[in-house]
């Protein structure tokens, strides 16, 4: 999908306003449209890592159980209509087009000034979701979670997924303290479940729960995981107890992290189920973890000659040790092209990404924001590695020699345009706007073995 103009030139505007985090403004806006949000079921979903992974997991089962379902999520791979989906699908660029400038035309009218690019795609958001009637909405926070505009709605449930060192300069410096914005989306007296291991960022999230009276338990004492069998390239099978059901679970979605935001998502079903959306039971539940597609995380594409590629938007000390563990346990040796935003701690993990690499190319994405070349290369001052400034070239180069199975990761950026460029070639894999689950209507529709060859393929 691509925007006209007009649009692409109004978010440019957007853009120049940085980041602003407080509620103050968002209110504003969502004032001037009718308040949108103030009667939408909404489901918030904050952390560190995986809390995308877990949203669109819980949004599938939800739509599963035959609810019309809003998903908002951030950043896009490819397209920005990404970020807010009916039913799993991305809307059209000319609905998201229509809302954007409906939302920065009366925000200007409220404030006497442009809202940030965030709070204007977030109230959008709010406002489509509204005008299209949805059931229920899963937000993805974008940054912290007290003081971030999704947190503008009052959410039925929270969800908070593991915590990290994350964004220091604006959520503090210390695992209780990002802890602490994190947990901001607790509600009075509705329910909330937490998978965070660590303890000193869970006594942090717990204590915030008493503070505000949140129904908050933890996710790793709610949900047993029982067995979990590895499928190879065709996903996980797991085996998931909780207080209320035991689920046999398959999911498309690789790594052993995927399990923990599975079982989360699962708790958050649950709790929904509780509060009344009977229809998202024991089958909505599996068939959706079914179903679900996530581009970008762990995503396999094989390519035509069998060059296997591994696209994932590992950014941080967390996310590229679950992705380091996920190449050990599966893949192998391997080559790999990265490149980073200047804001990443890259030190952290650079090193011990690229020591079971065989060939390292780094590049840098096509963003004001990224991180220079000549910044990562010291990190490795043991071993030889490739630079190519432009990311087209670096995947040329990656492709054109050796057979090992060729990792893409580091920035969403750099992965998305890297996405864009495989298929501009090759024609796979989909766009990955398309659809991320299936209503059970379209299940019904097709064989269990054409589900499954979609999800896996994607």
């Not at 057979?403 to 864009?420: F, K, N, Q, W």
Request: proline share 5%.
């Amino acid at each position: 999908m691509t925007l006209d103009p007009s649009s692409v030139a109004l978010l440019t505007r957007l853009e120049h306003h940085g980041i602003r985090l407080g509620l103050d403004t968002t209110h504003q806006v969502l004032g001037s449209l009718g308040n949108p949000e103030a009667h939408l079921p909404a489901v918030l979903v904050a952390g560190t890592n995986g809390k995308g992974s877990t949203a669109v997991q819980l949004a599938s089962m939800i739509a599963a159980g035959g609810y019309r379902t809003g998903l908002y999520t951030s950043p896009h791979l490819e397209d920005l209509t990404e970020r807010i989906r009916l039913d799993g699908k991305a809307v059209s660029a000319e609905l998201f087009g229509a809302t954007l400038a409906r939302v920065t035309e009366k925000a200007e009218q409220a404030l006497g000034h442009l809202p940030t690019y965030f709070e204007a795609v977030t109230a959008a958001a709010f406002l489509i979701f509204a005008e299209q009637e949805v059931d229920l909405a899963v937000m993805e926070v974008g940054l912290g979670g007290r003081l971030d505009a999704t947190n503008a709605c009052q959410p039925s449930l929270s969800l908070i997924t593991e915590i990290g060192l994350e964004h220091r300069e604006y959520l503090g410096e210390s695992l209780p303290s990002i802890a602490r914005e994190k947990a901001g989306i607790l509600r009075p007296g509705r329910p909330a479940w937490a998978w965070v291991e660590r303890d000193e960022a869970w006594e942090a999230i717990r204590s915030v729960g008493v503070e505000v009276g949140a129904d908050l338990r933890r996710g790793p004492e709610a949900a047993r995981l029982i067995e979990t069998a590895q499928l190879g390239w065709a996903g996980q099978a797991v085996e998931v107890e909780t207080s209320l059901d035991r689920y046999l679970v398959r999911t498309p979605l690789l790594g052993a992290h995927q399990i923990k935001n599975l079982a989360l998502a699962i708790l958050g079903a649950e709790g929904l189920r509780g509060l009344g959306w009977n229809r998202i039971d024991r089958q909505a539940i599996e068939q959706g973890a079914r179903s679900t597609r996530w581009p970008g995380r762990l995503e396999r594409v094989e390519l035509p000659g069998g060059r296997t590629v591994i696209l994932d938007v590992a950014h941080n000390a967390d996310g590229a040790a679950t992705l380091v563990s996920f190449l050990n346990d599966i893949v192998g040796r391997f080559d790999l092209i990265f490149g980073a935003l200047a804001d990443k701690e890259v030190s952290t993990f650079l090193p011990s990404l690229a020591r079971g690499a065989g060939r390292v190319i780094l590049t840098s994405p096509t963003s004001s924001r990224s991180m220079a070349i000549d910044r990562l290369a010291p990190l490795l001052p043991d071993r030889e590695v490739l630079t190519e400034s432009d990311p087209v070239a670096a995947l040329t180069r990656g492709l054109e020699a050796g057979d090992a199975p060729l990792v893409i990761c580091g920035s969403v950026y750099l992965v998305g345009e890297m996405r864009l460029e495989i298929r501009r070639r090759f024609g796979i894999p989909e766009p990955a706007a398309e659809q991320l689950c299936w209503s059970p209507q379209a299940i019904e529709s097709r064989s269990s073995g054409d589900v499954e060859g979609r999800v896996v393929g994607s």
